[in-house]
């Protein structure tokens, strides 16, 4: 029969040989799928490998060049005429700008006898993180030095940063009436000042001036050189890193 030559039965020798053969040819099968798993196992890995190399990505430009121009409408502590200035762009609220103030008084009570170094304040609430208050407190420090000029201004920012618990938890209808009365301001020509919004504008100004420059935090500060050279100072720094940027401004030509 035709159909069993093509599908013949096996004789009973036959069966037994080929039974003993399957358990060798099997371990051979399998051994040689195992090589070839790990030939290209190991050429994947090695692509995935390459693939996987990331470009190095530029460090972002530095735009501190971009800061607005120090006048005698900043509120400065020192004197315009400082050959260095520290422009401080803060956020009262902000437990790092609390520290920042408090280094950078000290660096002025160093330098304040060569008149080297000048320091100025500017707005940059984030009404992100410290809603309401920390923009209030600004407003308020504007209307302050809208009443009692440049000293009155450093007065209440350096005692409100004495009395802030900061981030968003300082009572200000009790601290701020607290520190108006302490330097003499009338109240009743603040609360109109405040009332009048007025400053608005100028806080807004100060936070986009921020951000044109590089600012995406608080404190952020830039060291302007005699020539116009911008250095960056990125959160509260220790008064040596400061230090290290003024000897660096008074390198720059």
Not at 245 to 253: G, H, Q
């Amino acid at each position: 029969m035709e159909e069993q030559i093509v599908n013949p039965t096996p004789s009973p020798k036959t069966k037994k040989i080929d039974s003993s053969l399957y358990i060798p040819i099997s371990i051979v099968i399998a051994g040689a799928f195992m090589a070839l798993a790990l030939y290209f196992s190991l050429g994947t890995s090695t692509q995935v490998a390459v693939d996987k190399v990331e470009p190095k990505v530029a460090a972002p430009a530095d735009t501190t060049s971009a800061i607005r121009k120090i006048t005698p409408s900043d509120y400065i502590k020192g004197s315009l005429d400082a050959p260095i200035k520290i422009v401080t762009y803060s956020d009262f609220e902000c437990p790092f700008c609390k520290r920042h103030h408090e280094t950078m008084n000290a660096l002025m009570d160093k330098y304040s006898k060569t008149g080297e170094v000048a320091w100025v304040f500017r707005q940059f609430p984030l009404d992100s993180l410290h809603p309401v208050k920390a923009r209030s407190v600004a407003i308020a420090s504007e209307c302050v030095g809208e009443q009692g000029g440049n000293d009155s201004f450093w007065k209440f920012a350096d005692r409100y940063f004495d009395l802030t618990l900061t981030n968003n938890r300082t009572d200000i209808d009790k601290v701020v009436p607290q520190i108006l009365s302490e330097i003499a301001i009338n109240k009743a020509k603040f609360d109109a000042c405040v009332a009048s919004d007025k400053y608005t504008e100028k806080i807004e100004a100060d936070i986009a001036n921020a951000m044109e420059t590089g600012g995406r935090g608080t404190p952020w500060s830039i060291v302007v050189a005699a020539n116009g050279k911008t250095f960056p100072i990125n959160g509260a720094q220790p008064i040596t890193e400061i230090e290290r940027l003024i000897t660096e401004a008074r390198k720059a030509i």
